[in-house]
C-alpha cells in the first residue's frame, strides 16, 4: 500500500506524514517513509542538486525520475512485498504539477514519461495538502530555490494540484484548520482504507 502527501511549499506534508507513521506503530503496522527528490542513498544525493541547482525543467524532470526509479526497486517494492504501508512525502502529483503543469512541460508529457520510464505508480491513497499560499509560505523559512520563488508561483502550484485531484484515491485536507482537526481527517481516511484492504 502506498499513501502520499502532496501540496505546495509549507502546507503540511512532511508533519502530516510523520505523524501517520506514528499511528501506524501505535496500530502495530509495520511502514516505512521517505520523501522526493531522496529515499535511498542515490536519491539523497539527487536531492542536493535538485534544490540546489537552477535547472532546465526536463533536466529537473529526469533528476527526479532517476531517483524515483531508484528508490522504486531499493525501497518501494521490497517495501510492499514484505507487508509496510509506504508512506510518501511528494510522489508522482507532485512531478505532473511542478514539472508539468506549472513548469511548462505539460501534464499529458510528463505522465507519458513517467510511463515509458517505469516511474509512474498510482497510490492507493493521495492527501493533496491545501491553504492559501500566504499562510503557506508565513509557516517556513525558505531555503530552496522552489520556497524563495514569488507568491504567483506558489498560487499556480495551488491551483494545478487542486485541477489534478481528481481522482478516486485523492483527499484535499485543508490545512488551514487546527492541527489536531487535520490529523483526525487524515487517521478516518488511512482507517478506512486499512479495513478494505484488511491490514
Known sequence: MIIT?????GTGKTTNAAHLCSYLTSKGLPWFSFREPGG???????RGLFLSQDLDVMAELLLVLSSRRQNIIEIIKPGIASG???IIDRFVDSTLVYQGIVG???YDLVKKIMEN???WIEPDLTFVMDVSPDLALSRINPGDRFELRGLCYHQNLRDAFLQIATDGRHRIIDTSLKREVV???II???????????I
Do not use: H, N, P
Request: with cysteine.
Open 188 to 198: 478516518r481516511e488511512v482507517d478506512t482504507l486499512l479495513a478494505e484492504v484488511c
Open 104 to 106: 511548462g512541460l505539460g
Open 40 to 46: 535511498s542513498s542515490f536519491s539523497e544525493e539527487v
Open 84 to 86: 509496510k504501508v509506504i
Open 5 to 9: 502527501f502532496e501540496g505546495g511549499e
Open 117 to 119: 520510464t517505469r516511474t
Open 183 to 185: 490529523q483526525d481527517k
